[in-house]
């Protein structure tokens, strides 16, 4: 729906160049509008259980409640106005039953592959530390399924390029900095100039990393962050914690340390059910990002009550939105960065 939508606003923007934008000469009467693109990103997805859990209370039960369209009921509006949403996929999707020897491993059943295009994703951050939780098999199985339903993916050496049917080009790296330490500086640098040779109009850089249940980035995370955007990226988007973590204006680029969680599988209850969904308006000029990207966060819960986690993600409102964006204002003070009422992002 979204790649029809693009058409049609082109079909009828083109359409008025012709009826009533011109003069008697063919002379521009009206100054042509600049081009835009709007990015969701959204935080920890794990579409399944931990090896550990039973049956009752999981993500598993819900889908064989509700079906794939389920999950995302309550944000799907939001992710289906924007030109491309990206969510970090955390765990895998295999009927392997080999884990790796780990605290936690995270898997669901391959036809939870289906949830995503339902739920209008159209891109997935797999630079984590679930990633392996079933080893090569388990990666083996889940890109082979990224792959069947066109979905793009990136993680380590491997980059991401989502492209719109107007040609407007998204690419993205995504890296486990909480495995692999300062070792994915070269990823994210070469990823990032491999980007920019294959002339993508918006570079986003995705970063797991930090401290779990943690609301403030830890030292290395805005030396990392800083980094992606000296290298290249336009956005660093950051996620791991489980928590929501503050916002960074660096050079005229933000960085977002946390987008918590939000359609999480791995904890039937977490204390902490905040999270967000931020979204990127970029405007382009000469095929590149110009000026300053107009960010916005929606203020959401990661489950539709309060009491467990129902694995179906809601817009908050009324007081739980005030109490969002006012802890997103803690979390960010000490960058200079504020959000007002409605979620807009402004620095000095």
């Not at 081009?35 to 959204?42: N, Q």
């Not at 209370?57 to 064989?64: C, I, K, L, R, S």
């Not at 939870?112 to 295009?117: D, K, N, V």
């Amino acid at each position: 729906m979204k790649k029809w939508r693009i058409i049609l606003v082109s079909v009828v923007a083109g359409a008025a160049l012709f009826t009533s934008g011109y003069g008697p000469y063919g002379a521009s009467t009206q100054e042509e509008e600049p081009e835009t693109v709007t990015v969701s990103l959204a935080g920890d997805c794990s579409l399944g259980k931990l090896s550990v859990h039973g049956y009752e209370g999981t993500f598993e039960e819900m889908y064989d409640k509700g079906g794939p369209g389920y999950f995302f009921k309550n944000v799907k509006s939001v992710f289906e106005a924007d030109d491309m949403t990206l969510v970090n996929f955390e765990g895998v999707l295999t009927n392997s039953n080999q884990k790796v020897q780990k605290a936690f491993n995270i898997k669901g059943k391959p036809e939870y592959i289906g949830i995503l295009p339902e739920a209008s994703i159209e891109a997935v951050s797999f630079g984590n530390n679930h990633r392996i939780d079933y080893g090569q098999q388990g990666v083996t199985d889940t890109v082979a399924l990224f792959e069947s339903i066109g979905l793009p993916y990136a993680y380590d050496d491997k980059v991401g390029i989502y492209e719109l049917e107007n040609g407007i080009k998204i690419g993205f790296v995504s890296v486990n900095e909480v495995y692999d330490g300062k070792a994915v500086e070269t990823f994210l640098q070469n990823g990032i100039e491999k980007l920019k040779q294959e002339q993508v109009h918006v570079i986003l850089a995705c970063c797991h990393w930090g401290n779990e249940s943690v609301y403030y980035p830890e030292r290395y995370q805005t030396e990392l962050g800083h980094k992606c955007i000296d290298w290249g990226a336009d956005l660093v988007v950051g996620s791991h914690p489980h928590v929501l973590q503050g916002v960074e204006n660096y050079n005229g680029k933000y960085i977002l340390y946390s987008l918590g969680n939000l359609c999480f599988g791995g904890n039937r209850n977490p204390k902490d059910k905040n999270t967000m969904i931020a979204q990127a308006k970029f405007t382009l000029e000469d095929g590149a990002v110009a000026g300053e990207t107009d960010l916005t966060l929606i203020p959401c819960t990661i489950s539709s009550v309060s009491n467990r986690n129902d694995y179906c993600p809601t817009i908050a409102e009324g007081d739980k939105k005030a109490s969002v964006i006012q802890k997103l204002n803690a979390y960010s003070n000490g960058f200079g960065v504020t959000v007002d009422e409605e979620g807009r992002v402004s620095h000095p």
